[in-house]
């Protein structure tokens, strides 16, 4: 095989292994931003974040919130609930950024592959 041909090769295979690792990342983060609270679950985005915000400005202290299945949950304590998403939120972003650097700097499959992403 032809120097360029194999140089072709390993690239496309790093390439592939980079974006399976990606996605790998993409799904562990979705995962990590899913709450469940009040017999609900919740996706923590900022949206959420923001409108439960603006609840507690507005002085509300317990509301019904749709869930991501569009089920009514009662929240009854209001700060509690944005603090634990808050937390998880920053928690979970912190992680993946942490994680998406060391692949970014991984230069070759077997230092793709040799990463633990899944802690």
């Known amino acids: 095989m032809s ?4 140089k072709a090769l390993k690239f ?5 292994t980079l974006n399976n690792q990606r996605i790998q990342l993409k ?3 979705k995962t990590l931003l899913t709450y469940s609270f009040g ?12 409108f439960v915000d603006m609840l507690i400005k507005d002085g509300e202290d317990s509301v019904v919130l749709l869930d991501q299945y ?5 929240v009854e ?10 937390g998880r939120y920053f928690e979970s972003t912190n992680e993946y950024h942490a994680d998406y650097t060391k692949l970014r700097q991984s230069r070759s499959v077997d230092k ?4 633990d992403l899944d802690e």
């Open 39 to 50: 017999g609900g679950t919740f996706f923590i985005d900022r949206s959420l974040i923001s």
């Open 12 to 16: 496309a295979n790093y390439r592939h």
């Open 3 to 6: 120097d360029r041909l194999e």
């Open 77 to 86: 304590d209001l700060q509690e609930f944005k603090d634990e998403i808050l």
């Open 27 to 29: 799904a562990k983060n």
């Open 70 to 74: 569009e089920l009514p949950i009662l």
């Open 112 to 115: 793709l592959l040799d990463l």
